[in-house]
C-alpha cells in the first residue's frame, strides 16, 4: 500500500509518501510544497492545491493521512493553516483518496512510542524507521513521514482487516 503523509502549512506543506510491505515502510519521496510569504493568501492555496494534484497524479498513493489542527497561542496563524489545510483535504477528495486524520499525540506514539515525545526525537525515528542516510528536512518533511507511517502501523489503514483476519 503506498500512504501520502501531509503536514498542512500556509508557508511549508510538507509530504512523505512511503510504502507499506510486509509490516515494513520504505521511503518512495518526499519533499515540501513552499509558497513565498509576500504572495497573496488566496495564490499560496492554488499553489498548494496545483502541488497537491501533481503529487497524488505523480506517485498514485493508495491511501492519505493527514494531521489534526493544533491550536497554540496565535490565532491568525492556526486560520492560515486551516485554509491550507483545508486545500489538502479537497484534493484528497477530488482524487478520491481514502483519508485518515492523527493528532500530534498519536502520531508521537505509533513513531516513537511516546505521545508526548519532542521533535528531535520523532526526526530520528522517522530517519532510522525508512533507513534515510540523513533526517529529511524541512521538519515539516519529517512531520509528514511520520504521519504516514503512523497510518501504516494504525488500524484505520485498509491493511488492518487483513491482518486481523490472519491473526
Not at 55 to 76: G, K, Q, V, W
Request: with cysteine.
Amino acid at each position: 500500500m503506498r500512504i501520502l503523509g501531509i503536514d498542512p502549512g500556509l508557508a511549508i506543506v510538507g509530504w512523505g509518501v512511503i510504502e507499506y510491505q510486509n509490516a515494513k515502510v520504505l521511503p518512495v519521496a518526499y519533499g515540501s510544497i513552499r509558497t513565498p510569504k509576500d504572495t497573496p493568501t488566496e495564490d499560496r492555496l492554488s499553489m498548494i492545491y496545483d502541488g497537491m494534484q501533481q503529487l497524488i497524479e505523480r506517485y498514485h498513493p493508495d491511501e492519505m493521512s493527514i494531521e489534526e489542527l493544533f491550536f497554540t497561542n496565535n490565532i491568525t496563524t492556526g486560520i492560515r493553516v486551516a485554509e491550507a489545510r483545508g486545500i489538502c483535504l479537497l484534493a484528497a477528495k477530488q482524487a478520491n483518496l481514502p483519508l485518515q486524520e492523527y493528532t500530534p499525540m498519536q502520531i508521537k506514539q505509533a513513531v516513537v512510542g511516546y505521545g508526548k515525545a519532542e521533535k528531535m526525537q520523532v526526526i530520528a525515528m522517522v530517519t532510522s524507521l525508512l533507513g534515510l542516510k540523513e533526517p529529511p528536512k524541512p521538519d515539516d518533511t519529517a512531520d509528514a513521514l511520520a504521519i504516514a507511517i503512523c497510518h501504516a502501523h494504525s488500524g484505520a489503514s485498509r491493511l488492518a482487516p487483513y491482518f486481523n483476519k490472519r491473526l
